[in-house]
């Protein structure tokens, strides 16, 4: 059974930086598009960061220049690496593998589609 989990979130201050993991287990091949998703509370879940089995990455404009994707396919394992937080970055992060991020970044769309189950960021003011 494929299992993604994210871990890292946590509450802290504006300015902070936090990092957080996903890790792919139950697979035996690798994923061609990966990605970080958010929901922020009454809003609808929105692409924060992706990448593709090429290497291309793709960030939402709120982002750009605080946050990064990374991945280590050794380990199956993908990360996102946030500085100078704000309020508003507050929100469930979830990651993604699959159709639905392969289908924002235009790489071919393979019939599997993983969510892990999310992990909270707080930042307060």
């Known amino acids: 059974q494929v299992q993604l989990v994210e871990s890292g979130g946590g509450s802290v201050q504006a300015g902070s930086s936090l990092k957080l993991s996903c890790v792919v287990s139950g697979i035996n091949f690798s994923i061609n598009a990966m990605g970080w998703y958010r929901q922020a509370p009454g809003k609808q879940r929105e692409l924060v960061a992706a990448?593709?089995?090429?290497?291309?990455?793709k960030y939402v404009d709120s982002v750009k220049d605080r946050f990064t994707i990374t991945r280590d396919g050794a380990k199956n394992m993908m990360y996102l690496q946030m500085t100078s937080l704000k309020p508003e970055d507050t929100a469930v992060y979830y990651c993604?593998?699959?159709?639905?991020?392969?289908?924002?970044?235009?790489?071919?769309?393979?019939?599997?589609?993983?969510w892990g189950q999310g992990t909270q960021v707080t930042v307060s003011s």
């Open positions: 993604n593998g699959g159709k639905t991020t392969a289908q924002l970044m235009g790489v071919t769309i393979y019939g599997y589609d993983y």
């Open positions: 990448y593709t089995y090429t290497n291309i990455t």
